[in-house]
């Protein structure tokens, strides 16, 4: 959305949104920075600590949503387990390794000397093969010995249990990286978020764009001092080099036309599952296109239960033109309630100034032309200017919208204390002057639920205020 220097007339949502953030969240389509700044050509893959799970300071686990993918077929997918380079080694070495005794850390007692025979670069190597073997059922220790376990990669298998052997590879690979997977501390501390970007980029991203992506991170995310970053952006690109042909080894990079690494079909799908256990909203293409035809009102509504992920909301954008999916989800709101608002106003704030027309349209409706002349102001348009009294009743509507959606914190427990200042309390506090039907529902909501004594207080106190007029 973009971002304007004019403010006169604009409603300053920091307060109430930081306090919808406590509350649970109004709908909106969460994006990390870097997945933003990827699409616009090249120009770096920042942020990228809200997309992993990073220990440093500020690392988030905030649910993302990522672009439609087209998987692979199956049978062809499961295919290509049996040739990825990792696979079929992990195999050897448990061919090589048969019936053997086992260090008491369950290791073979002579790592150097068993890589060297089977001409793995190292002991590292091998130890990575060795997890894999062991906790995919290759090799199964009991007793201080080593044996053949119950489960042999080959083409008998049906396709659907060679992918979830893929999926347990590749777990046992992303754990890694908390013990130095790639040789590059950073790295493996952003691995995560730089698969996901990849993953949000199927043409693959440029070596360069990657290391100022990390670099950027790290800066950010980690707290790194200038001294840090210098001889880290010296030491990076090759880093970033051994790293990607490692995971290309491990079945999860290869390199585009163009020369650009890219997730293969099979990292795709490894990377989509790790995506959904970590509950971000990884859909594929077949799933959101169901979507795209839905008429305004039908895909509020699946918004509103909860059936329509943000990535279907893109999907039903990208098949109108703003003018005229603007048009039909202003038809959709008018004469709504506050949910239905709500997820409306969240879907319009994804349009630019092309849909001033139908926007302005909606000044003419009572229940959203504040919204609308919010949108038109912060996208510096000509509005109507909004009083004191119709930014509180925006703040009303907003809060009462979760409501409406069973967004309702009930039962949820504590929250995260808000610091709530004078701008908060008076805020609630001219909520019980507004004209609007779910003003006490709010307010009893804020009183009942609000982890600051005080925010509660105050909204008791003005919720019995409107129940007295």
């Known amino acids: 959305m973009a971002k304007s220097g004019n403010t006169g007339n604009v409603f300053d949502l920091g307060e109430l949104r930081r306090l919808v953030d406590e509350l649970g969240a109004a709908p909106r389509e969460v994006r990390a920075a870097l997945l933003d700044e990827a699409v616009a050509g090249d120009a770096g893959a920042t942020g990228a600590g809200e997309a992993g799970e990073c220990d440093c300071p500020g690392c988030g686990a905030e649910a993302l949503s990522f672009p439609p993918v087209d998987l692979a077929p199956a049978d062809e997918l499961a295919r290509a387990v049996l040739a990825v380079p990792l696979v079929r080694d992990a195999a050897r070495l448990a061919a090589w390794t048969g019936t053997r005794a086992v260090t008491s850390e369950h290791l073979l007692p002579d790592p150097a000397g068993a890589a060297a025979e089977l001409g793995l670069p190292g002991p590292g190597r091998l130890h990575l093969l060795w997890v894999v073997a062991v906790n995919t059922g290759m090799l199964r220790i009991s007793r201080g010995t080593a044996a053949p376990g119950p489960f042999t990669p080959d083409g008998s298998l049906p396709p659907q249990a060679l992918l979830e052997f893929w999926d347990g590879v590749v777990m046992d690979v992303l754990d890694r990286a908390d013990e130095s997977l790639t040789g590059s501390a950073v790295i493996d501390e952003h691995l995560a978020e730089m698969l996901a970007t990849l993953y949000a980029m199927s043409d693959g991203l440029a070596p360069a764009t990657l290391v100022k992506g990390i670099l950027q991170s790290h800066e950010v995310a980690c707290e790194a001092r200038p001294a840090q970053m210098r001889l880290l952006a010296a030491s990076l690109p090759g880093e970033l080099a051994a790293a990607l042909d490692l995971l290309g080894y491990c079945g999860l990079i290869e390199w585009s036309p ?6 293969t079909p099979l990292g795709v799908w490894a990377v989509r599952q790790d995506l959904i256990r970590e509950g971000h909203d990884a859909p594929t293409g077949a799933e959101v296109a169901v979507f ?3 008429e305004a009102g039908e895909l509020v509504e699946a918004v509103t239960e909860g059936s329509a992920a943000p990535s279907a909301v ?3 954008l990208e098949s109108r033109t703003p003018e005229a999916a603007a048009r039909a989800l202003v038809a959709a709101a008018a004469g709504g309630d506050a949910g239905r608002r ?13 849909a001033e027309a139908p926007v302005r349209e909606a000044l003419a409706e009572p229940s959203l032309w504040r919204y609308a002349a919010s949108w038109l102001h912060i996208r510096d348009l000509p509005a109507p200017a909004l009083t004191p009294a119709d930014n509180t009743w925006i703040a ?72 007295s007029r």
């Open 314 to 316: 893109t999907v039903w």
């Open 396 to 467: 009303v509507d907003t809060l009462a919208s979760l409501i409406r959606r069973g967004k309702a914190p009930e039962g949820l427990g504590e929250f995260a204390a808000l610091q709530p200042g004078e701008d908060l309390m008076r805020m609630v506090e001219e909520m019980a002057l507004v004209d609007h039907p779910d003003a006490v529902a709010v307010l009893d909501m804020l009183g009942a639920h609000h982890a600051d004594a005080a925010v509660a207080k105050a909204a008791r106190k003005a919720a019995m205020k409107v129940r």
């Open 342 to 354: 709500g997820v409306v106003n969240t879907i319009l704030e994804e349009l630019g100034p092309e």
């Open 292 to 294: 795209a035809g839905l």
């Open 258 to 263: 163009a020369g650009r690494p890219r997730l």
